[in-house]
Nanobody
């Protein structure tokens, strides 16, 4: 059973940066695609970004484009670099993976999920 653990969340001021990590329990994510989702209180979970590890392609939601990036990945760890953070970015951030290549950030496609890490951006 593949397990994912997110880390790197915290409290940051508006305009600040954070880097989230998603570590997998197996030695490589080489044949997987990974996505980042977030859920703010009282809202539905939304897709933020995804990385097709098969070919390195990335995709970002319009709300984070130009501010968030997936700056490559280590063998079993993927990162989310979040710059110019805004209060509306406050949410629990989750990583999820699925086998094969996809650039979709639809939740139903992803089979394995982490427990989430809280990101809070103060104004």
């Amino acid at each position: 059973q593949l397990r994912l653990v997110e880390s790197g969340g915290g409290l940051v001021e508006s305009g600040g940066s954070l880097r989230l990590s998603c570590a997998a329990s197996q030695s490589t994510l080489r044949y997987y695609s990974l996505a980042w989702f977030r859920q703010a209180p009282g809202t539905e979970r939304e897709g933020v970004s995804c990385l097709s590890v098969v070919d390195g392609s990335t995709r970002y939601a319009d709300s984070v484009k130009g501010r968030f990036t997936i700056p490559g990945h280590a063998k079993n760890t993927v990162f989310l670099q979040m710059n110019s953070l805004k209060p509306e970015d406050t949410a629990v951030y989750y990583c999820a993976v699925t086998k094969g290549a996809t650039l979709s950030i639809q939740q139903y496609l992803y089979d394995y999920w982490g427990q989430g890490t809280q990101v809070t951006v103060s104004s």
